[in-house]
């Protein structure tokens, strides 16, 4: 597999949401860091779908 934007994208968004899962196992969904997670792995997909977008034009 060739590694280029869109790729590390989704792989960050993938290693993002795993810590997320974690995070709301071990402190409880009242954590403000779980949430910065989350919000971590929606952005990565946003940025992983626009390099993809681009690469498709």
Known sequence: ???NEWTVGLAVAGVLAIAAVLMLLIL???AP???GLVSGVLLA???ATMAFVKRER
């Open 28 to 30: 409880g969904p009242e």
């Open 33 to 35: 860091v779980v949430w």
């Open 45 to 47: 997909l946003v940025v």
């Open 1 to 3: 597999m060739r590694w």
